[in-house]
T-cell receptor, first 108, second 116 residues
Framework: QQPVQSPQAVILREGEDAVINCSSS?????VHWYRQKHGEAPVFLMI?????EQKGHEKISASFNEKKQQSSLYLTASQLSYSGTYFC?????????FGTGTRLQVFP | NAGVMQNPRHLVRRRGQEARLRCSPM?????VYWYRQLPEEGLKFMVY????????ESGMPKERFSAEFPKEGPSILRIQQVVRGDSAAYFC??????????????FGPGTRLTVT
């Protein structure tokens, strides 16, 4: 039931864009996105609830297609601070099930 | 506004000893989750608690592991007779509500457990 993220890793130059996908095999009520820097705690980015709503957070936005049971995270004009591992989390009856993770590295 | 607090940040135990990890949720949050993370891996759910209740412990090994969230004080994750395979980062998260994925979770800094 663990959601699958793709790609597993992304390397970008500053200013480039990236898309991270999260797919589930089960129907979803919500999708969470978190970013974790090496040696640190995961940090909440955004939550999307059933309804196909797109959300934004600075230059990071996300969409949620509950029919396709997937979500995408869009990072535009990437900055060095965007480097880290991105996890999606999907609802699993009273808990979140976190995805496999996508490692993003942004270079100058 | 203090965030989620965890202590200790680093814990070294010899095989066979007990490890006690503490988590104080954000003010106003009564829902606590514990996760385990191995190096270079994702977050694995262990247990979900509300005050004085274990709601879901499906991710916690049945042997040696226990968790509590008393009416007063922090949530405690207890690992008895630790083995080398218990070495990991243990994160606690809190949220203002339960209901699965309806609420954001805020993570503490984690406890890095090393078993020698």
């Amino acid at each position: 039931q663990q959601p699958v993220q793709s790609p597993q890793a992304v390397i970008l130059r500053e200013g480039e864009d990236a898309v991270i996908n999260c797919s589930s095999s089960k129907a979803l009520y919500s999708v969470h996105w978190y970013r974790q820097k090496h040696g640190e705690a995961p940090v909440f980015l955004m939550i999307l609830l059933k309804g196909g709503e797109q959300k934004g957070h600075e230059k990071i936005s996300a969409s949620f297609n509950e029919k396709k049971q997937q979500s995408s995270l869009y990072l535009t004009a990437s900055q060095l601070s965007y480097s880290g591992t991105y996890f999606c989390g999907t609802d699993g009856t009273d808990k979140l099930i976190f995805g496999t993770g996508t490692r993003l590295q942004v270079f100058p | 506004n203090a965030g989620v607090m965890q202590n200790p940040r680093h814990l070294v135990r010899r095989r066979g000893q007990e490890a006690r990890l503490r988590c104080s949720p954000m003010k106003g949050h009564s829902h606590v989750y514990w996760y385990r993370q191995l190096p270079e891996e994702g977050l694995k759910f262990m247990v979900y608690l509300q005050k004085e209740n274990i709601i879901d412990e499906s991710g916690m090994p049945k042997e040696r592991f226990s968790a509590e969230f008393p009416k007063e004080g922090p949530s405690i994750l207890r690992i008895q007779q630790v083995v080398r395979g218990d070495s990991a980062a243990y994160f606690c998260a809190s949220s203002p509500g339960g209901a699965g994925g309806a609420y954001e979770q805020y993570f503490g800094p984690g406890t890095r457990l090393t078993v020698t």
